[in-house]
């Protein structure tokens, strides 16, 4: 543990700080989107307009065209972005996929989290037969080409948000599993338990009440890394066509239509998609690394 | 004792990966379309569907199709025990020769990405380690975090947009080799390695060219991760001890330099290995993007396809590389840092 | 090997010439002819296998590859080349290929087809009457995964293909054999006894499926566990009698062809034609623009159109029988209700389908078959889009504004093919906003193509579909509405909707055996103004099959399986 605290020492200076607000800012831009996104949409991200795959606006107009859409309140909305081959809203679409995208990634996460720990705790605290065989398939789930097993479980239960859950879920479970057992096997052996049980605990009480609360940090940590790259993933599932249905706005599947578009010289429909998960991804990756340095020390 | 560890996994392995191909084997026939119907598009008459259900062997029993499959049923043919992976529903070829041409496409992408992300990587994780908070830490620390949260696929898309598209410096994204000239005779499957044996080295450059989009993209995506676990254990490893030690007893710089470095390749070999496991299957968005015939395309294929036979087979060898990946990590582990041996 | 004299321009000599040229006289080979040249053909696959009772018979990529290296005993004839350059059949209008010519017997209903003599194949073997009865024989034994020969043999009424060649009992071994309905009268002269008049016989002869073996290297490839060789042609190669060769064949990549020399038609202008597997159609697109590649099919409309413009590529196709049709299951609610369904059909916003969709390279569609097959009736006005009318049909079936839909949600999810997304895409968002706005809960479901397959042909309970990939293999009205709308227990073998009318069944099995044409129109007419009126099909658009090409080519020819024939081309 001296090692990482030597590290936190070394990084912490006011450099990351700004960083940390960057990232910070960005998620908090996300969630209010993913809040408000739908809401503040100039048109339904899901129907089609009649305008069909008209570039954005051009930048020199852009000054007169925000200061006619805050005059005038009858004209058509703008597509700020332009709109794709089915002439629906890019704009109205990037600013509503938070929504989906997020709650994607935070119920898988938050499903895998829970999983994880308890399976992490119990296989951690009772090392026998059983926890080793539950060790073992987790292995191997671990070791399962992600895009794979993603695909034949979207492919089993058809395209759907649940199922899209479902599979990251599956995903990251192994890891939560693995970093909370290491956690336990590591706590265990420390004097609050033996402590514990001198007081005459039960083993299964100690595990919760004590072990448990102990040895929760690196999941957590690990979390707000997994986060955003559940984004990535959800976005990667669709790009091979095995995300989210059409025409929910989901980042991954906005670029995987528009990439055919590229070479026709429409490069709008995927840019701007893909400049969102740029940088909510790594926005997602700063905060995590900041807390894991905040809080792995500690 | 090593040895013994060695045996020991691999038994461990070999159970896991039946367990796996058992499971796999019931899960896809839970998939909620019949295979079947894919070969009676033009005549789909009750007798036809019959006809092609036996031609493909899912008219018998589940246990029987599970045995043969297995390779435990000699009256049905050969299995998995006599080393025969089945027949694609699709291709009409063994599966075993699909993956051993799909295979080595993905190898060569990967590994060529993971060598030059390494070549980049390691020295500019390792530089920016010697002064912990300076700006090129921080120039350093900013790439890792970003680059290792990249869409990669999107990043394929723009950069055939532009180095393809707008400046025309690379081929088009459509495959290994220029499509107009013949592969190399096969002997490794590996075309790079097929082409210099066959002393052929306008293929070898064609390929080189071809190549050149899709590792760059693996490159930019892998460097994250690695100069960020580089920088971190090397920064771990000049605040260890021994390092500490070391400086006091007066040995020259570039000896201790020696010895953290090799005290943080241990860690960094791990994650390497994870991520060369996961991108056995992940470099599918890149294959995609550049038509690459890799073993991501091949398994995104099978499942569309509901080719049983192709998924279980891609599923078992995947698997089966990435446990024996982890198993060559730990004994690499245990030569680099003699003490882990003992655990 | 024969010996060849010094004009004849064999594969072989030209290959040596080439050789030396290139080595010894490198400008010699800059000096080659045109004609020469080499055709990189950009597909969304290649061949997954060539045999036609294979598992890959259905797979249109693999349809092309059977075309180029086999040949049909007879064919359609040329009708005219199109505006664009496409050439294009004449339905009405037969022409010998393997066959010479040929005689019918009304009385007997036999068919005698003389053969022409000395038609060589690229193993070397000459074409004689015993290929011609390999190859019924082999349709006959149903050995395939996929038996489309005795399929085909069937719809054509050729005496003795029933169904009692499927299954295991003595009496269906028996059945497997082929009889007394095809023989051999001399080496060039073949016999075909139909067991009915049909007119679909000849239609038959000019499908993929029913193409000419060569006995002689299919034998050389058999087994003893594989008797009619079908291990070699779902993996290896071909016998046949067609004007390319196989040169290389890599599945999942590329299948590269070389002009047969002693083709009989004449050797192939292109020598040597690669067609390699390029997954994404905008990928296509690139390299044909590029110049690397002269040929791209299965291209998106958008794409097409952008190409339209492009220099040296040339777009053009043929509306011959690709449609796009929405397909309402009868056996589902609420689409057993009539007024659902014309509600729908007023409520499908057919102008922005053409426009957005289509790029203008379609047109309404006023049946339920194709409009270039024999047969055809426009049996009603097309719909046309009308929201308000919509609304009003709706509210007259009890759904006032969609009110009581939502409980039929499932039904309302519109299921298409996603491997087709990049071009069905925009069609399904438009209808889903148009729908919407009518007040109907759509929403959109892609699957993987098998799945769609499975549930349309085998279980047949899609409720709700777009569907733009039926074009019946049959050149006929008669052989559509057999197919599709005749009830599934008499015979209807993708009737998808579950559609059944007394008056269709009975109708059609009159017509099926009416020798005389006028009457045969006349009757199938009355059957498609019924289906129309019953909305059985939501007719949308009928849509070009679209190529593009390089300015460096010419020649293209539309067929009604849409697959390419190379042999159609020509150098400039």
Redesign the interface.
């Given at each position: 543990m001296s090692e990482s605290l030597a590290v936190a020492d070394h990084i912490e200076p006011a450099g990351a700080d700004w960083l940390f607000r960057i990232g910070g800012a960005i998620v908090a831009l996300v969630l209010f989107l993913a809040a408000f996104g739908p809401t503040l949409a100039p048109y339904n991200p899901t129907l089609t307009t009649p305008e069909v795959s008209s570039p954005p606006p051009a930048l020199a107009d852009l000054p007169r065209l925000i200061l006619t859409a805050i005059v005038s309140k009858n004209t058509a909305p703008v597509h700020w972005f332009g709109t794709d081959a089915s002439g629906l809203d890019i704009f109205s679409r990037v600013i509503s996929a938070p929504r989906i995208d997020l709650t994607i990634a935070l119920v898988a996460n938050g499903l895998s989290l829970l999983l994880g720990i308890s399976i992490g705790l119990l296989c951690g605290y009772f090392r026998n037969l059983g926890t080793e065989i539950i060790m073992r398939v987790s292995d191997v789930l671990q070791s399962f080409p992600v895009f794979i097993s993603a695909m034949i479980l979207v492919a089993l239960g058809g395209r759907s948000i649940g199922n899209i859950v479902i599979a990251l879920a599956a995903l990251y479970t192994p890891i939560y599993i693995r970093l909370t057992r290491a956690e336990v096997m590591g706590q265990k052996v420390r004097g609050y338990v033996e402590a514990a049980r001198a007081i005459g605990n039960g083993e299964a009480m100690i595990a919760i009440k004590h072990v448990l609360p102990n040895s929760l940090t690196p999941a957590l940590i690990q979390s707000s890394v997994t986060v955003g790259f559940a984004i990535l993933l959800t976005a990667g599932l669709s790009f091979v066509g095995a995300g989210v249905q059409p025409p929910t706005p989901e980042w991954g599947l906005m670029i995987s239509t528009g990439a055919n578009q590229i070479v026709l010289g429409e490069w709008w429909p995927s840019v701007f998609p893909g400049i969102a998960i740029s940088i909510t991804v790594f926005g997602f990756a700063v905060l995590g690394n900041a807390l894991e340095r905040r809080y792995a020390a500690g | 004792m090593l040895l013994r560890t060695i045996l020991r996994r691999l038994a461990v392995g070999v159970v896991q990966l039946l367990g796996l191909t058992v499971a796999v084997f019931f899960l896809i026939r839970l998939m909620p379309a019949d295979p079947v119907s894919r070969f009676v598009g033009i005549n789909p008459s009750k007798a036809a569907y019959a006809q092609a259900a036996k031609a493909i062997g899912v008219d018998r029993p589940i246990s029987t199709q599970l045995l043969h499959y297995l390779g435990l049923a000699p009256s049905q043919g050969k299995g998995l025990l006599q080393g025969n992976l089945g027949t694609s529903w699709v291709s009409n070829a063994p599966v075993l020769k699909d993956i051993a041409t799909a295979l080595p496409v993905t190898l060569e992408l990967i590994t060529m990405a993971f060598i030059i992300a390494l070549i980049i990587a390691v020295p500019i994780g390792m530089l920016a380690a010697l002064r912990p908070g300076g700006k090129t830490d921080k120039a350093v620390f900013v790439y890792g975090l970003f680059a290792g949260s990249q869409p990669e696929f999107w990043w394929a898309l723009l950069f055939v947009f532009v180095f393809y598209f707008k400046l025309g410096i690379a081929p088009p994204p459509l495959g290994l080799i220029n499509p107009m000239n013949s592969p190399p005779p096969p002997r490794t499957g590996f075309y790079t390695i097929d082409s210099l044996l066959a002393g052929d080295l306008t293929t070898f450059f064609d390929l080189l060219h071809h190549l050149m989009l899709p590792v760059a993209t693996l490159v930019f995506i892998l460097s994250g991760p690695i100069i960020k676990m580089v920088r971190q254990n090397m920064e771990q490893a000049l605040t260890a001890d021994f390092v500490l030690y070391a400086r006091a007893a007066g040995m020259p710089g570039s000896t201790v330099a020696r010895y953290a470095l090799r005290a943080a390749m241990a860690p960094s070999m791990t994650l390497i290995g994870i991520l060369y496991g996961f991108m056995l299957g992940g470099a599918v968005l890149v294959e995609s993007v550049f038509s690459l015939p890799g073993i991501g395309q091949y398994a995104v294929r099978s499942i569309l396809a509901f080719d049983y036979p192709a998924i279980q087979g891609v599923v078992l060898v995947i698997t089966a590389i990435s446990l024996v990946v982890y198993l060559l990590l730990d004994l690499l582990h245990a030569i680099i840092d003699p003490r882990l041996a003992q655990e | 090997m024969s010996p060849k004299l010094p004009e004849e321009t064999s594969s072989m000599s030209r290959k040596f010439l080439t050789v030396l040229a290139s080595t010894t006289l490198a400008g010699l080979a800059l000096a080659a002819p045109a004609s020469a040249a080499?055709v990189?053909f950009l597909a969304e696959d290649v061949p997954?296998?060539l045999n036609y009772d294979?598992?890959?018979?259905?797979i249109p990529t693999s349809q092309t590859g059977m075309v180029n290296v086999m040949e049909p005993l007879v064919y359609y004839a040329t009708k005219e080349v199109n505006s664009e350059g496409v050439s294009i059949p004449d339905f009405g209008k037969f022409e010998g290929r393997l066959a010479e010519s040929w005689t019918f017997d009304k009385a007997t209903l036999t068919w005698t087809f003389k053969l022409r003599a000395g038609v060589k194949g690229c193993g070397g073997a000459t074409l004689t009457a015993d290929d011609v009865l390999y190859t019924f024989a082999r349709a006959k034994s149903?050995s395939?995964?996929?038996?489309?020969g005795w399929?085909l043999s069937n719809v054509g009424s050729i005496a003795n293909f029933t169904?009692a060649v499927?299954g295991d009992k003595e009496e269906n071994k028996k059945a497997k054999v082929l009889g007394d309905e095809v023989t051999k009268v001399d080496d060039l002269t073949v016999k075909i006894r139909q067991a009915e008049p049909n007119a679909l016989f000849l239609p038959v002869l000019t499908i993929f499926?029913l193409m000419i073996f060569d006995k002689e290297t299919m034998e050389k490839h058999a087994t003893k566990e594989d008797p009619w060789s079908h291990?070699f042609v779902?993996?290896e190669g071909m016998g046949s009698f067609g004007a390319y060769c196989i040169e290389?064949w890599?599945?999942?990549?590329?299948f590269a062809l070389t002009a047969n020399p002693d083709y009989y038609r004449g050797k192939p202008a292109i020598d040597r034609v690669?067609m390699?597997?390029?997954?994404?159609?905008?990928?296509r697109?690139?390299?044909l623009q590029?110049g690397?590649?002269q040929l791209a099919q299965s291209l998106?409309p958008?794409?097409y159109d952008?190409l339209r413009k492009a220099p040296g590529v040339k777009v053009g196709g043929h509306s011959g029988n690709q449609n796009l049709f929405v397909h309402m299951n009868f056996k589902s609610k609420p689409f057993d209700n009539i007024k659902v369904r014309q509600a729908i059909a007023y409520a499908i916003p057919y102008d922005?389908i053409i426009a957005?969709g289509y790029f203008g390279q379609a047109s309404a569609w006023a049946g339920v078959v194709p409009s270039t097959y024999p047969g055809y009736s426009a049996a009603a006005e097309p719909y046309k889009t009308d929201i308000a009318k919509a609304k009003a049909l709706l509210a007259e079936a009890g759904f006032p504004d969609g009110k009581g839909l939502e409980a039929f949600a499932d039904s309302f999810a519109l299921s298409y093919v996603?491997?087709k997304?990049?071009t069905v895409?925009?069609i399904?968002?438009?209808i889903?906003?148009s729908l919407?706005e009518a007040g109907f809960p759509v929403?959109?479901?892609?699957?993987?193509?098998?799945?769609y397959?499975?549930?349309q042909?085998?279980?047949k309970d899609l409720p709700f579909a777009i569907n733009e990939q039926e074009k019946p293999?049959g050149v006929d009205a008669g052989y559509a509405t057999q197919l599709f709308f005749v009830s599934g227990d008499k015979g209807g073998?993708?009737n998808m909707i579950n559609y059944s009318n007394p008056m269709v069944d009975d109708t059609w099995a009159k017509a099926r055996v009416e020798p005389d044409n006028a009457k045969r129109d006349a009757m199938l007419a009355s059957i498609q103004k019924q289906l129309m009126s019953d909305v059985a099909w939501l007719p949308v658009v009928e849509y070009k099959t679209q190529f593009a090409w390089s300015d460096k080519i010419s020649g293209i020819g539309w067929h009604p399986d849409n697959s390419i024939r190379f042999f159609d081309l020509k150098g400039k």
């Open positions: - | - | 080499d990189l997954a296998g294979g598992p890959a018979a259905a149903v395939g995964a996929a038996p489309i399929f169904p499927f499926g291990n779902n993996n290389r890599t599945k999942d990549n590329e690669v390699k597997k390029v997954p994404q159609s905008s990928n697109v690139v390299v590029s690397q590649a998106t958008k794409e952008s922005a957005n996603a491997e997304e990049t895409g925009p399904v968002n438009a889903q906003s919407r929403t959109l479901n892609p699957m993987p193509q098998t799945q397959g499975d549930r042909l085998v279980k293999i073998l993708n």
